[in-house]
């Protein structure tokens, strides 16, 4: 059995316990940063991707990885619910993709120590793909920035990351309602644009994607 | 069905070796952070930087510089099951006996990681994962430096080289550790004159891989800087030398002799100034 905070993962035969987000952000909390360092590990891939989202671009998503956690740590003193680290985290994240500026210049001195990124043999292969990627996250970025900022992120965080509601809005700090409406708002002007301009050919991956289904 | 909330972009992993990386840089400087709320040092204000570099002074004034001594003072993500027993195969009759348990990865360059823990000497030990030789494999026990190494600003040696092709090429590996308060990163001068910038792990621990041929006498020189990148300190330390065998001059015979990080071969530490 697990120590109470701990989660049991079964891989084949063999028993694995890991800390839960819970106790990992506990040990944070108190100034642990190697817990943080396992947080981190867990849930780099989803805020990268939603960094990548809402940005379009790979390489933007990794420097603004490494300002998300800065910041959360920054922030350690906020006491979470249980289970709810992640979707605290993308509310971090989109506080600081809101705010880019202001925290490039917070964490000047530890973006300039990022280590640089030397490609890897495998991931290279993937090159084509990430720029294939990237040209059809701008475009579909290009139609979801004519909603408003805060539609803008409703529908990030519940279509392209499938939070639910609850979860959206604890990283939103709106409620519950709010973050219905919003995107169903969203949704409606997203449909709207796509009669738009969404048979133009190559206009918007997102409303392609979506025709093509 | 016209529904924009899909769109044909996979989500994907960082490669292993950047998440890592990125993570290390992250403990490195959160551990800068002594409370919630507080920035990054590198976002202090002038006068917190004096005064941090002020308690720094009065701390070393206060405790000497046995820096190295004080236990506690290694950081770093801990080390796997196979390092703990490589540590745990350190022979005490070498004169240190290093604490398996405490072992913690305190550098990394591509597939070098270093390791590094504490002994009941007063000083540390380190570990030196490396392609074609890992822990898990080729057990050695890792090397240790004696305190009076320890306490030194800078401190290096070869961990480890592979095994040379017929045109004598060979990849080296160096690591060591920068106790000069606020060092950052490290400069470093290869064999062939060229130089390398390096991030210092935590605790001030670095490794480098790089491509050679045997034998040099090459001495580096390491300089440690600032997250300015303002020098701090240089020091220049013998890592290889030729020795010609008598009776002969031919360089290809020459012996090379790698000075590891053991007390029982120190190397030589010049600070400069």
Request: no cysteine.
């Given at each position: 059995m697990g120590a109470v905070g701990n989660s049991e993962r079964q891989r084949g035969h063999e028993l694995e316990m890991e800390p839960s987000d819970t106790a990992l952000w506990a040990r944070s909390r108190a100034g642990d940063a190697e817990a943080f360092g396992l947080l981190f590990e867990r849930h780099a891939k989803a805020i990268y991707n939603f960094c990548f989202r809402r940005l379009g671009d790979w390489a933007d998503a990794e420097d603004m990885l490494s300002l998300v956690f800065l910041e959360a740590w920054r922030r350690r003193d906020r006491q979470l619910a249980d289970d709810k680290v992640l979707p605290w985290l993308y509310g971090i994240a989109t506080n600081v993709l809101r705010n880019r500026r202001r925290a490039k210049r917070r964490f000047a001195a530890a973006l300039r120590r990022l280590p640089a990124s030397h490609p890897t043999p495998g991931f290279a292969d993937q090159a084509d793909g990430r720029i294939d990627d990237e040209r059809q996250m701008r475009e579909a970025l290009d139609l979801l920035t004519q909603l408003p900022q805060h539609e803008q992120e409703v529908f990030a965080l519940c279509a392209w990351m499938e939070l639910n509601y609850e979860d959206a809005a604890l990283a939103l700090g709106v409620p519950i309602g709010t973050v219905r409406s919003r995107l169903s708002r969203a949704r409606r002007r997203l449909r709207e644009l796509d009669s738009r301009f969404g048979?133009?050919?190559?206009?918007?991956a997102m409303v392609k994607e979506a025709h093509d289904r | 069905m016209t529904s924009p909330d899909l769109i044909p972009v996979p989500m994907r992993e960082l490669a292993p070796a950047r998440l890592t990386a990125l993570k290390h840089h992250l403990i490195a400087e959160v551990t800068?952070?002594?409370?919630?709320g507080e920035k990054l040092v590198g976002r202090w204000s002038s006068s917190r930087r004096r005064a941090f570099a002020l308690s720094i002074a009065l701390a070393l004034l206060g405790v000497g510089t046995a820096v190295a001594a004080t236990s506690g003072w290694l950081s770093g993500s801990p080390a796997p099951q196979s390092v703990v027993a490589d540590f745990g195969s350190y022979t005490p009759q070498l004169g240190f006996n290093p604490d398996p348990g405490g072992a913690v990865q305190v550098a990394s360059d591509g597939d070098a990681i270093l390791y590094a823990t504490t002994n009941s000497q007063g000083s540390y030990c380190v570990v030196a994962s490396l392609p074609w030789k890992r822990p898990s494999q080729n057990p050695d026990g890792g090397s240790c430096v004696n305190e009076r190494t320890a306490r030194q600003d800078v401190v290096a040696g070869v961990v480890g080289g592979s095994k040379t092709d017929a045109d004598g090429n060979l990849t080296l590996a160096v690591a060591g550790r920068i106790s000069t308060p606020h060092a950052t990163s490290i400069e470093i001068t290869l064999p062939d004159a060229s130089t390398r910038n390096l991030l210092l792990g935590p605790s001030g621990f670095f490794v480098l891989m790089f491509p050679t041929q045997l034998c040099h006498n090459w001495s580096a020189t390491i300089t440690a800087l600032d997250?300015?990148?303002?020098?701090l300190t240089a020091s220049t330390i013998v890592l290889e030398r030729a020795i010609q065998p008598s009776g002969t001059q031919d360089p290809r015979f020459a012996v090379c002799s790698l000075p590891g990080l053991t007390s029982e071969a120190a190397p030589s530490v010049q600070v400069g100034p």
């Open positions: 048979h133009e050919k190559g206009r918007s | 800068h952070v002594a409370r919630p997250v300015q990148g303002r020098r």
